[in-house]
C-alpha cells in the first residue's frame, strides 16, 4: 500500500541493498515528514572511514539539513535494523516523533540497555519487514565468511 510503514521500509531496505552491493553492512533508513521522503541512507563506515557514519545518523542529519531545523518531530524514521546505542542517542536528541525498525539486533540494537533512551514521545514500531531485513543481513555475513 501506497505510503504505508511496508512502502518506506521497502524503500530503506532498497537503500540497505546499495550498502550490500558496496560490501558495507546492509542498513538502510528513510526519513519521512508529511508521507514525503525527505532523506535517505545506508551504512558508510567501510566507505568513509567512519565508525559513525551509520545510515540512521547519515539519514537524520539529511533530514535536519533539509528541514533547516534540528528537531524531527513531525518525522518518521525508517530504518531495516534496529538502531544501536549511538544512534538511538542521536534520535532521542532530535526528537523524533516516530522510529520504524524491521529487523532487532540483539547484540548491538538499542533495547539491550534496561532503561528508555529514546525521547519519551518517540513512537516505536517494530518488525515491519522483518523477514527481508533478516535475510539481507545473512546474506552479507555469508557472504563474508565464503
Not at 558508510?44 to 518531530?73: C, F, I, P, S, W
Not at 538502531?83 to 516516530?98: D, E, K, V
Request: with cysteine; aromatic share 10%; charged share 25%.
Amino acid at each position: 500500500m501506497f505510503f504505508s510503514d511496508e512502502y518506506f521500509m521497502g524503500i530503506a531496505l532498497r537503500q540497505a541493498e546499495m550498502a550490500f552491493e558496496e560490501g558495507e553492512i546492509p542498513v538502510g533508513a528513510v526519513v519521512v515528514c508529511q508521507e514525503r521522503i525527505i532523506a535517505k541512507a545506508y551504512n558508510q563506515t567501510e566507505r568513509l572511514n567512519d565508525v559513525t557514519a551509520h545510515a540512521e545518523m547519515l539519514a537524520l542529519t539529511a533530514a535536519t539539513q533539509y528541514l533547516g531545523a534540528k528537531y524531527l518531530k513531525d518525522c518518521t524514521l525508517y530504518v531495516t535494523l534496529e538502531p544501536c546505542l549511538m544512534c538511538a542517542g542521536a534520535i532521542y536528541w532530535s526528537q523524533l516523533g516516530r522510529l520504524v525498525f524491521a529487523a532487532s539486533d540483539d547484540k548491538r540494537g538499542f533495547e539491550n540497555v534496561k532503561q528508555t533512551v529514546l525521547h519519551p514521545k518517540t513512537i516505536l514500531i517494530k518488525g515491519v519487514l522483518q523477514h527481508e531485513s533478516e535475510e539481507l543481513l545473512r546474506n552479507f555475513f555469508k557472504k563474508l565468511r565464503t
